[in-house]
C-alpha cells in the first residue's frame, strides 16, 4: 500500500497550532451529515468495501504461504510443492493488485460522483444568496468554496476514509491470522507495535516543526530580499545610508537560517535512524521468544510458522504508522467539512414569501411608506422615506453622494428589505409579491453595466430569451445603439466580454438600456453614470433616456439636468431624507439643497452642451 498524503494535498501527518485551536467539534449530527452525501452511493460503497476487505486479505497470503514453502517445500525437500506456492503466491498478488484496480476505479467514481452534487448544490445555493452575501464576501473566498474546498472533499474520500478502511482491514486481518498460527506471538506482536511506532511519530514531528522552522526563516530572508533591493527599497538605504544596518540584519538571518538548515537536515538522519532501528526490534523479538518457545518448550511451532509471523508483523508497521497520521487528516477533513456546510447553511435571506402572490399584471405604481433602512440595522442610511410613483410618470432623485440615492431604488426589486416601513407595488409589499414576478416587472440600468462573454445578441437576449429579432433592432434603436452595432463586422454576433471587443462604458450603458428594453418591464429604474464620458458619448445616451422618461414609468438616479428637467418629480436626497420635492422650477429659487447642487453640479456640467430652455 501506497504512502497516501492528506486532503487538499497540504499540511503533512501534523497540526500546526492554528489548526488545533480551530479544530471541529465533530458530532454525530456532522457525522450523519457527512455520510448524507454518501448515501445515494451505498451500493458502490459497498462493492469498494468488499473490494478492499479481498485485496487486503489476499495481500497477506502471500507471507502466509512463505511458510508452507518453508515447511512443506524447503524442509521437506518437496519440490513440487514448493512451485506449487510459488505459483499460487504470485497468482494472489496477482489478483490483488488487480482488485485494488477496480477498487480505486469505484473510489474515484464516487469521489467524483459526490462532488458533482456537492457543487451543483453549492452554485445553486449560492445563486439564490442575497445580494448582501456578494458584497459582503470576498469573491475569491466563494470561489474557493467552489472549487478547491469541494475538491479536498474528493481527496477525503478517495484517501482519507478509504485509507481509514483498508488499513484498518489490513491489520484485523494479519492479526486474525497471526493468532492463527500462534496467540502467544500475536499478542506479543500486538504489545510491540505502538512502542515502535511511537518513537517514529515523536522523531518525525520533530522533524516536522524544524522543517516549519526554516521555511519561515526563508520566507523573512525572502522578505528582506525583496523589500532591500527592490528600486525604491534600495533608494530609501541609500538616501540615509543604511546599507551596513541591512547587511548585519541579512547576516543574522542568513546564520539563523544555515543552523536551521542543518538540523533538519540531521533530524531527518535521526528520524531514518530511529525509524529503522524500532522497526528491526519487532522481527528480533519474535525470533528470540519463537525461538525459545520452539526450543525450551517443544511447542508445535514451525521454522516456517515463525517467519510467517515476522513477515505478517512487517506488514503491519505500514498501516499502524499510517492510522497514527491519520489524526491530522482526519481532523482537516472535518473541518473542511464544517466550513463547506456553514456555507450551506447561510440564510438565503430574501426569498418567495410561502403566501407570495403573482399579479395578472404589473402597473408600475410604486409607494414608499416610512421606509427606513440601514445595511447594518444600528446605522440607518434610509430615514423615513415616503413618495408615491404612479404608473406613467418618472421621478429623478437628486443628491449629493453617499446620501442614499441608490440604496433606496436597491430596496424596489428587493435587493435588500426595508429595516421598517414598505415599499409597495401596485399596492401590495413587495414582500409580499412572488419575486420573479418583482424582478421580471423592474428593469435596472446600473451605473456599472455588466456584460456577460458572449456575443452581443447573447447579452440582449438575456433580458428575454424569447424576444424576436425585430423587437431586439427596435430596442437597439430606441437605446441609440443599433448603428455602432451594425458597423461590427459581425453586427449582432461580435463578441464582448474578457475576450471579445473592448466597448466604452457609454456603449456599454447603451447596450445594458437596450437589453431592459428587450426585457420591457413595467417600471424603469436608471442609475445614470457620474464618471464623466466624453460629450459625444454623454449626448448619444441623453438621446436614448430622454424619450424613455417620457414614455415610461421611471425611477432615475439623476446627474444631468436634461434629465431632471423631463422627470415629473423631483426628490432631493440628503442623508438619507427626502429634504425637498417639487418641480425644477419650483425648487431652484428655494436656496435650498438643490439650488446648492444646480449651482455646483448640474448647470456646470450642462451648460457646455444645452441650456435648461432647449433640453
Ligand atoms: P448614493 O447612491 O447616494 O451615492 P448610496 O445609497 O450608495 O449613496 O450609499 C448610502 C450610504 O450607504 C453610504 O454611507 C454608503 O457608504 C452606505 N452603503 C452603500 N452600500 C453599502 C453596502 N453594501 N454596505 C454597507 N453600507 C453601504
Not at 512487517?314 to 467539512?337: C, E
Not at 415599499?423 to 409579491?433: E, S
Request: hydrophobic share 40%; aromatic share 8%; with cysteine.
Amino acid at each position: 500500500m501506497s504512502m497516501r498524503g492528506g486532503p487538499g494535498g497540504h499540511g503533512g501527518h501534523f497540526l500546526s497550532e492554528e489548526e488545533k485551536k480551530n479544530a471541529p467539534k465533530v458530532t454525530k449530527e456532522l457525522l450523519i451529515r457527512v455520510f448524507s452525501y454518501l448515501k445515494p452511493y451505498w451500493k458502490q460503497m459497498l462493492l469498494v468495501l468488499t473490494a478492499i476487505v479481498v485485496s487486503s486479505v489476499l495481500n497477506l497470503y502471500p507471507s502466509i504461504l512463505t511458510g508452507k514453502m518453508i515447511d512443506e517445500g524447503l524442509i521437506a525437500g518437496d519440490l513440487n510443492r514448493l512451485i506449487f506456492f510459488i505459483v499460487l503466491s504470485f497468482i494472489l498478488t496477482l489478483s490483488a493488485n488487480l482488485i485494488g484496480v477496480l477498487e480505486s476505479y469505484l473510489n474515484t467514481w464516487i469521489a467524483q460522483h459526490i462532488t458533482f452534487d456537492m457543487r451543483n448544490q453549492m452554485y445553486r445555493h449560492l445563486q439564490n444568496m442575497s445580494h448582501r452575501f456578494f458584497t459582503e464576501n470576498n469573491q475569491g473566498d466563494i470561489i474557493t468554496r467552489m472549487t478547491s474546498d469541494i475538491d479536498g472533499v474528493k481527496d477525503i474520500i478517495t484517501n482519507t476514509f478509504s485509507s481509514i478502511l483498508s488499513n484498518s482491514i489490513t491489520l484485523v486481518a494479519a492479526f486474525i491470522a497471526m493468532v492463527n498460527k500462534n496467540w502467544v506471538l500475536a499478542l506479543l506482536s500486538l504489545v510491540l507495535l505502538p512502542l515502535f511506532s511511537l518513537p517514529t511519530r515523536a522523531a518525525g514531528k520533530t522533524r516536522w516543526s524544524l522543517t516549519r522552522e526554516s521555511q519561515e526563516s526563508r520566507d523573512r530572508i525572502n522578505g528582506i530580499l525583496n523589500e532591500t533591493l527592490s528600486v525604491s527599497g534600495q533608494l530609501l538605504v541609500k538616501l540615509f545610508g543604511m546599507e551596513d544596518f541591512e547587511y548585519r540584519r541579512y547576516e543574522r538571518e542568513n546564520r539563523k537560517m544555515i543552523n536551521l538548515n542543518i538540523r533538519e537536515s540531521m533530524a531527518g538522519r535521526w528520524f531514518r535512524v530511529v525509524l529503522s532501528t524500532f522497526s528491526s526490534i519487532g522481527p528480533l523479538m519474535i525470533y528470540l521468544v519463537g525461538g525459545i518457545m520452539m526450543m525450551k518448550y517443544d511447542s508445535s511451532l514451525t521454522v516456517g510458522d515463525i517467519t510467517v509471523l515476522v513477515s505478517l508483523l512487517s506488514r503491519m508497521y505500514g498501516p499502524v504508522n499510517q492510522l497514527m497520521n491519520m489524526q491530522a487528516d482526519w481532523i482537516r477533513s472535518m473541518a473542511l467539512f464544517t466550513r463547506l456546510f456553514s456555507y450551506y447553511d447561510m440564510p438565503e435571506e430574501i426569498t418567495n414569501a410561502p403566501d407570495a402572490v403573482t399579479p395578472e399584471k404589473a402597473e408600475g405604481n410604486i409607494r414608499f411608506d416610512d421606509v427606513c433602512f440601514g445595511y447594518n440595522p444600528d446605522k440607518l442610511v434610509l430615514k423615513h422615506i415616503n413618495f408615491e410613483l404612479k404608473s406613467g410618470h418618472s421621478i429623478a432623485i437628486v443628491g449629493p453622494s453617499g446620501s442614499g440615492k441608490s440604496t433606496m431604488i436597491n430596496l424596489i426589486p428587493r435587493l435588500y428589505d426595508v429595516t421598517s416601513g414598505s415599499v409597495c407595488f401596485d399596492g401590495i409589499d413587495v414582500r409580499k409579491l412572488d419575486l420573479s414576478f418583482l424582478r421580471g416587472s423592474v428593469g435596472v440600468v446600473s451605473q456599472d453595466t455588466y456584460l456577460f462573454s458572449g456575443t452581443i445578441r447573447e447579452n440582449l437576449m438575456y433580458a428575454n430569451i424569447h424576444a424576436k429579432e425585430e423587437d431586439m433592432i427596435e430596442a437597439c434603436k430606441k437605446a441609440n445603439i443599433h448603428d455602432f452595432i451594425v458597423k461590427q463586422e459581425l453586427g449582432y454576433d461580435t463578441q464582448v466580454g474578457n475576450r471579445g471587443l473592448k466597448l466604452s462604458g457609454g456603449e456599454k450603458q447603451r447596450i445594458s438600456i437596450a437589453r431592459v428594453l428587450l426585457k420591457n418591464p413595467a417600471v424603469m429604474i436608471f442609475d445614470e453614470a457620474t464618471a464623466s464620458l466624453d460629450s459625444i458619448s454623454e449626448k448619444a445616451i441623453q438621446d436614448a433616456i430622454d424619450p424613455l422618461i417620457e414614455a415610461r414609468t421611471s425611477i432615475l438616479i439623476a446627474h444631468r439636468l436634461s434629465t431632471i428637467l423631463a422627470a415629473d418629480e423631483i426628490l432631493v436626497v440628503k442623508d438619507g431624507e427626502i429634504v425637498e420635492r417639487g418641480t425644477h422650477q419650483e425648487l431652484v429659487g428655494r436656496g435650498g439643497t438643490y439650488t446648492e447642487l444646480y449651482e455646483t453640479q448640474f448647470k456646470i456640467g450642462d451648460d457646455q452642451k444645452h441650456t435648461p430652455e432647449q433640453a
